[in-house]
């Protein structure tokens, strides 16, 4: 009666997701689990008899021995029901049996299966032509799937090689589902970034009216800014020859390797050297591209003690070189960097 009931349902119900346990007695439904010992290559692995119940035979056992001692399959045997399952006969070996009411989580499959073509036209509905700039891009259902084993419902989820943008769609799929709060942090350094990455995206989260799937037809929601990164800040770069930075070039240099954050050129202030504010430091820079400006420069007691007080935070000032000892720099709450040293080499006449 119960195994008639199960056919009978529809094949989306949640509960074919547990039709592998097919069989039940008195405690309830089961599956026959293996009962094999690990293929380790143990000889001492448990091989003892289990005599069939109604053969009265010894059973058949596993070429790798037995998972479980003597004793505990003692005590298996001996619950009621037994907590071992049999063939029709002593040929086959004997199952453990797998409690249905007794598994609050199962290993997730070792290999998620699913025609490759799906994905392939799953974007083509969503950017038309477009997409063939991007072929064999992942399933977002597999991926969906893959995160939701390990991401929660809070995860930031990196990728570095973002292809068609798949791993977001998936991310709002998943968000959608079960109301996540993921966020997801692309990175595509292909031309095709912004109008297939980005645009695959938006459209996802706006909604694919010619989509199959009636989510991606009225969209996921979300939201993402997409962002373009600009050139490398290497100083070798800004040194041509023996061609020094220009004053925003520098400044722009120093900052962000100082503090890690976006340079704006136009907080520069050049008559006091001020060039940015970040959330720790007021960033100060003395510098020209010019050799007498160099030689002649430095973070002098009278001028840290001219520099503005600013947002009176602790100040971080970049010059060629300083006069000015721990115990000044302290009191002035002035933190000194020198001049990159390259800058210094660029100088040096070639031979």
């Not at 969906?144 to 809070?154: E, I, Q, T």
């Not at 068609?164 to 993921?182: F, I, M, P, Y």
């Not at 030689?295 to 001028?303: E, F, G, I, P, V």
């Amino acid at each position: 009666m119960m195994m008639a009931w199960f056919r009978a349902l529809s094949a989306a119900d949640a509960a074919k997701g547990h039709k592998h346990y097919n069989w039940s007695d008195d405690r309830g439904l089961y599956f026959p689990a293996d009962f094999a010992g690990p293929d380790d290559g143990r000889e001492s692995r448990p091989r003892y008899d289990i005599i069939h119940p109604i053969t009265k035979k010894p059973c058949a056992k596993p070429s790798t021995g037995w998972r479980w001692d003597e004793d505990r399959t003692k005590e298996a045997l001996a619950e009621k029901p037994p907590r071992i399952h049999f063939g029709s006969d002593e040929t086959t070996i004997p199952n453990r049996k797998t409690y249905l009411k007794e598994v609050t989580e199962e290993a997730a499959p070792t290999v998620f299966y699913k025609d490759g073509r799906a994905a392939t036209l799953m974007v083509e509905q969503i950017l038309g032509k477009d997409a063939a700039e991007v072929p064999f891009p992942k399933d977002s259902d597999i991926l969906a799937d893959l995160l939701g084993l390990v991401a929660d419902k809070d995860a930031i989820v990196l990728d570095a090689f973002a292809g068609s943008g798949t791993t977001a769609h998936s991310v709002l799929t998943l968000n959608q589902e079960d109301n996540g709060k993921r966020r997801f942090v692309l990175i595509e350094e292909k031309e095709y970034a912004g109008h297939i990455t980005a645009e695959r995206i938006r459209r996802v989260i706006r909604g694919v009216p010619k989509a199959k799937d009636e989510a991606l037809q009225n969209g996921l929601g979300g939201t993402f800014t997409y962002v373009e990164v600009g050139a490398a800040l290497r100083l070798e770069t800004l040194l041509q020859g023996t061609k020094l930075p220009s004053y925003e070039d520098l400044a722009a240099y120093v900052f962000y390797t100082a503090t890690g954050e976006e340079f704006d050129a136009q907080a520069i202030k050049t008559k006091t050297g001020f060039i940015g504010e970040s959330a720790r430091y007021d960033v100060y820079l003395f510098y020209k591209p010019d050799l007498e400006f160099l030689k002649h420069t430095a973070l002098t007691l009278d001028l840290a003690r001219k520099l503005p007080q600013g947002s009176g935070k602790r100040r971080l000032v970049f010059a060629p070189t300083k006069y000015v000892d721990a115990i000044h720099l302290e009191q002035e709450k002035i933190d000194f960097c020198q001049l990159p040293f390259e800058i210094y080499k660029a100088l040096k006449p070639k031979k």
